[in-house]
């Protein structure tokens, strides 16, 4: 057995620790997004594989029998190779997958399929807005410039910001319920841009939100081909064949 983890989250991170600790032959995979990804214990490599095809190559020439997509749920693109590229070289595939937040009473969410949707429901009157997006869907943003933008960022942004007015915060999550109180208040945030991860890691913000009465445009998750899913660590772990790691 080797398995191939395509990963970059959270999730991911506690995937590859119980994979570690039942002595499981695997690779861990990022994209290459930040500067200095979390150190692993498992073999780390970096980068993409060259689409659908590099991916199919990297299977065979790896030896690779198990492939688990615990990447992003907005990382749309690698997780729809990997489905085809696991076809294509008849390699068992799993999405570790958390559900998506349901909306609880108090919430306030405007739900948008796509960035250009968030950018229409944001207000016309200047208001102090978090995007809580990745770097690269900021830009339509800057077609509301009386916005004053908070951002956050894991790495420093390498040049000028497509926003006149942009308060970059570089910081790693996950963050508490309490940073995230802590951090909207002190900035005045009276909107909220966010996609909907679902799990632990990235909800403190909703929950803040919810606190503090705010408004939440909700990105809804991209559309991606049928495959089979788990919810946990543990449910992977059961897939690849051993037992679950308590406490994993
Ligand atoms: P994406 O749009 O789905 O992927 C773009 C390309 O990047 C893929 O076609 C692939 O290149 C490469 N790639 C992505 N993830 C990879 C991985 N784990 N290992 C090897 N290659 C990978 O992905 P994205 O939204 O840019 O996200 C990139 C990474 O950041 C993912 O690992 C994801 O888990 C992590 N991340 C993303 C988000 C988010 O909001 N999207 C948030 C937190 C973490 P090739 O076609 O050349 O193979």
Redesign the pocket.
């Known amino acids: 057995m080797r398995a191939l983890i ?4 959270h999730d ?1 991170n506690l995937l590859a620790d119980a994979v570690a600790r039942a002595g499981i032959d695997a690779v861990y ?5 930040t500067r200095a990804p979390a150190s692993q214990p498992l073999p780390t490599r970096i ?5 659908v095809d ?2 199919a190559d990297y299977i065979r020439r790896e030896g690779v029998t198990h492939v688990i997509d ?3 749920p ?6 729809r ?1 990997a489905v085809a590229a696991c076809a294509a070289t008849a390699t068992p595939l799993i999405a570790l997958e958390r559900a998506p937040w349901a909306k609880m009473p108090g919430d306030t969410w405007i739900e948008v399929h796509d960035i250009a949707a968030a950018v229409a429901a944001l207000p016309d009157a200047p208001a102090r807005v978090f995007l809580a ?2 770097r ?1 869907h900021i830009a339509p943003f800057g077609t509301k410039p009386q916005h004053a933008y908070t951002l956050r960022f894991v790495d420093p942004p390498a040049g000028a910001l497509p926003l006149p007015d942009a308060d970059v915060l570089v910081s790693r999550g996950p963050f508490t319920l309490a940073d995230e109180r802590t951090m909207m208040r002190e900035r005045a945030i009276a909107w909220i841009v966010a ?1 909907n ?1 679902g799990g632990t890691g990235a909800r403190a913000k909703i929950d803040a939100a919810r606190e503090l009465d705010l408004p939440v445009i909700m990105l809804t998750r991209p559309e991606l081909p049928e495959r089979p899913r788990a919810e946990s660590v543990d449910d992977v772990m059961r897939w690849l064949g051993h037992r679950a790691c308590l406490g994993a």
């Open positions: 395509l990963g970059g989250t991911a995979s990022y994209g290459g997004r980068g993409g594989f060259g689409g590099g991916l615990a990447t992003h907005f990382a749309a693109e690698i997780s190779n997006i990745g690269q996609r991860s």
